[in-house]
């Protein structure tokens, strides 16, 4: 047993390292992204391509329907533009928002295509009324996907030009612990603390938890502690629980929490500590890339990762509300991580949990789009599926849990903007399929033209969304191939998935890890050379 635990470590551990301060002993062996925050203008062509093309389609169509939806889908969008300006305002003048103001979006896109196709119909333009109800489905089914879809597009962009401007004030040093909680991780748990060794940030500390490993995971992190890596092991609790332990020893100001599967990029702790100068910003959420893009579905998930997860992280960055800090790479203050109960194993999406326990206090949640970090995906249908309906759960969980945001007017922009938005998404998956059921049989009823031209729509909305995204990141154009079969198969697995885990979240008691089978390999990751 010795020997094959020697074996193991010699394997999965590089043996050159000295001290913690070696930087030249450890290899970050991550895929080199380009973090400039300057909008090109390859973002704003596509921008400007996206409305003008959506505008010729829509009018040579020529259908009410299409009008409708489209309309509502541009009002909802101007309407959030707007709350942005106010919210603004507001702060200066250190007042909160309506009460309704947050919900505006979701009555334009959703009950405005019932009022218009209510008007339509009794003018005679929607035909008998089986038809009418018909059309009005589709049309509230293609309303809210568009605006879905589109909505954080304005948002993130505003973002990224005021990130651009911003001065890198990288003199904040505050102690730094970083928490890394592990369970039967023997496969990549070195690999993450290779990358961690070779962070530029000098202040810190690592700590490992092993959350009763059975297999090398502790022997291996272990071996690490001749480079003041510190290694925790507890019973088997669940990763809240396991993060929870980490924080009776964690000594730094700021808390990192790492995933043992992700690699950071060698600066991307200076550049998310450097964030939280600002006392008032509570978290900050590190900018996920997919590390196995190594297949059709890895890489489908990496244009998801650009195109809709970061996307919607800056859009709410700008209020200040990101609802979720991810696990896999983000930054919390450990006085008021603290304060709010720290991690609670109530739900199993903890980290989702905690940002909106924060964000309740009044504090801000921010995002940094050049803290760049590295973590596998699932590989095949069935590990994504089992991942995403224990994301879904987790979320219907958590909003149940916190319900009282949607009537209290004290949380603000939590109450007046992130909920109402949560929500509409969570509802999304109900109207597609209703609508695109309802688009079917108008299909199969002679109005195929309609049917089809709402499709083409949203399907031109996902190319261009996923080109400008790709511009903002830096990231080769060529993903942009897969939006086709990421809004005509992929989406729908996706929303299928909400759906189970609606009925599973009512039921389901588990809290305990969840884990998608590992690779541990580094094809066709390309070295690091920055720094």
Request: aromatic residues 10%; glycine residues 8%.
């Amino acid at each position: 047993m010795a020997s094959k635990v020697k074996d193991q470590v010699q394997r999965s551990a590089r043996s050159g390292g000295k001290n913690d301060g070696d930087k030249t002993s450890f290899s970050s062996s991550l895929p080199s992204g380009n973090n400039n925050n300057i909008i090109n203008r390859s973002t704003v062509l596509f921008s400007v391509l996206a409305i003008v093309t959506l505008v010729a389609v829509t009018l040579a169509i020529g259908a009410i329907d299409v009008y409708l939806a489209a309309a509502c889908a541009l009002a909802g969008n101007i309407y959030l533009l707007w709350l942005l300006k106010s919210a603004q305002t507001k702060k200066k003048q250190k007042k909160k928002l309506g009460r309704k103001r947050g919900f505006a979006p979701v009555l334009l896109v959703g009950i405005g295509p019932v009022v218009g196709s209510l008007v339509f119909f009794f003018l005679g333009y929607l035909g008998s009324p089986a038809e009418a109800i018909t059309r009005m489905l589709m049309t509230v089914g293609f309303s809210i996907s568009l605006f879905v879809s589109s909505f954080p597009l304005p948002l993130a962009i505003k973002f990224k030009l005021l990130e651009g401007r911003q001065q890198n004030q990288e003199s904040y040093r505050p102690l730094v612990t970083i928490l890394v909680p592990a369970y039967n991780e023997q496969e990549v748990i070195s690999r993450t603390l290779e990358s961690l060794m070779n962070l530029k940030y000098g202040n810190k500390e690592i700590i490992v938890i092993d959350d009763g490993s059975t297999d090398l995971t502790p022997v291996i992190a272990s071996w690490y502690r001749q480079f003041g890596v510190k290694v925790l092991r507890k019973p088997n609790g669940g990763k809240a629980s396991a993060l929870n332990y980490g924080l009776l020893f964690a000594r730094g100001e700021i808390i990192i929490t790492i995933d043992s599967d992700s690699m950071v990029e060698r600066d991307a702790i200076n550049k998310i500590v450097s964030i939280m100068r600002d006392e008032n910003m509570l978290a900050v959420a590190g900018n996920i890339r997919v590390l196995n893009s190594n297949s059709m579905l890895t890489k489908i998930q990496e244009l998801e990762y650009l195109m809709s997860i970061n996307m919607l992280r800056r859009a709410f960055a700008l209020f200040g509300s990101v609802m979720v800090v991810p696990g896999a790479f983000g930054a919390f203050r450990k006085r008021e991580t603290i304060q709010v109960g720290s991690y609670d194993n109530d739900t199993i999406t903890e980290d989702f949990d905690l940002t909106i326990k924060l964000l309740k206090t009044g504090g801000a949640v921010g995002s940094s789009s050049a803290g760049l970090a590295y973590t596998e995906v699932p590989s095949s249908w069935k590990v994504l599926y089992k991942q995403r309906l224990r994301w879904s759960t987790g979320t219907y969980q958590t909003i149940f849990k916190h319900r009282d945001v949607i009537w209290n007017t004290r949380y603000d922009l939590l109450h007046s903007l992130v909920f109402p938005m949560i929500l509409l998404s969570l509802f999304n998956p109900i109207t597609s399929f209703v609508g695109i059921g309802a688009g079917i049989y108008l299909a199969l009823t002679g109005g195929l033209l309609i049917f089809l031209g709402m499709q083409l729509i949203f399907l031109i909305v996902q190319v261009f969304m996923s080109l400008v995204a790709l511009s903002i990141d830096n990231e080769r154009y060529r993903l942009a191939l897969y939006s086709p079969f990421f809004v005509l198969v992929y989406k729908q697995v996706i929303d299928f998935t909400t759906l189970v885990s609606a009925f599973r979240a009512a039921f389901s008691g588990s809290k305990q890890w969840h884990k998608i089978d590992r690779s541990g390999g580094m094809q066709a990751i390309k070295v690091s050379n920055k720094g």
